[in-house]
């Protein structure tokens, strides 16, 4: 079961070549010139920047069509890699959390940056560089690309990322204002949230009754009452018998978490719908709600 609260304000085809022979064909006649092909360009693009003292690196994941949506994704504490893996757990890199989350929001449209952490996959160290150097300079350089359409960035934190985003939005702002914002497994509490001045989704857990009050319910509350205007918050807290949003397993020897399922639907749903101008023209105009509902699991 998962619990949802919601206040919303504001042919296969294949070419056959066929060789015929002639005779009698006249000299100096050119064979007619071969079909240009333009090379498919990379689903992953790779890059570095600099945060204080430690050069991060990066990538780009796109779909095929551009420009596209962008989700910068502000990872985990510690020393993490841009798949979701601390050093010496995983092997697989498509294993990571942040990978699989990736390819999922990738198949849907929407361009993914993600980077390692200093002393993690390829950065470098860094003594000084901090978890909120670190995601405004990765948010400075993703937004910067071609493929990617810098009116529809979204920010998806996850646990500390979720605390970095609130403690600096304004910067965020001032490189390219968010549309929309994710917190998943969410720090950040009342106060905080209101620093948030864009649609926001919370995902957390429901086992912990912190996650789903302090970090769930009285933030949707807050957000709802705050002075000026309300601001479309929507909570989705995923019941489950452990605690934590992710599962532990093991494939081929090998360490796999995943994350819960409903937590993945919940935000590729939340972030289709907000993907698009009118989208969230037609969020900010709609009458406030206050809807509780629990679903199972698709």
Same mark, same amino acid.
């Given at each position: ?58 990538? @780009? ?12 994704? !502000? ?25 699989? #989350? ?33 995601? !405004? ?22 646990? !500390? ?21 994710? #917190? ?17 989704? !919370? ?35 995923? $019941? ?29 749903? @939340? ?7 009118? $989208? ?19």
């Amino acid at each position: 079961m998962y619990y949802r609260a919601a206040r919303v304000c504001g042919a296969f085809s294949a070419a056959v070549a066929v060789a015929t022979l002639t005779f009698g064909t006249p000299s100096g006649v050119a064979a007619p010139a071969p079909e240009d092909r333009k090379p498919a360009r990379p689903s992953v693009v790779q890059t570095t920047f600099k945060s204080v003292d430690a050069v991060l690196a990066a990538q @780009w994941d796109f779909p095929t069509q551009s420009p596209a949506p962008l989700v910068v994704l !502000i990872p985990s504490g510690g020393r993490i890699d841009r798949n979701g893996w601390h050093p010496g757990l995983g092997e697989d890199a498509s294993h990571g959390i942040y990978a699989q #989350l990736t390819s999922e929001l990738v198949a849907k449209g929407f361009a993914v940056f993600r980077y390692d952490k200093p002393g993690a996959g390829r950065s470098s160290p860094g003594r000084f560089a901090t978890e909120r150097s670190n995601a !405004i300079e990765a948010y400075t350089r993703a937004i910067d690309h071609a493929r990617v359409d810098p009116e529809r960035v979204f920010l998806l934190g996850h646990s !500390i990322g979720t605390d970095t985003i609130a403690g600096i939005f304004p910067r965020f702002e001032a490189v390219a204002a968010p549309v929309g914002t994710v #917190l998943l497994d969410s720090m950040v509490g009342e106060t905080a949230s209101l620093r948030i001045k864009a649609p926001t989704l !919370i995902v957390n857990s429901g086992r912990d009754p912190d996650d789903r009050y302090q970090y769930g319910e009285f933030v949707v509350e807050s957000r709802e009452r705050a002075e000026g205007k309300e601001m479309e918050t929507e909570l989705v807290v995923i $019941d489950r018998d452990k605690r934590g949003l992710l599962s532990e397993s093991s494939k081929n020897g090998a360490t796999v978490l995943t994350l819960d399922p409903r937590a993945t639907g919940a935000i590729v749903d @939340w972030l289709m719908r907000h993907r698009a101008g009118d $989208d969230l023209a037609a969020a900010t105009l709609a009458p406030p709600a206050a809807a509780r509902r629990a679903a199972r699991p698709e």
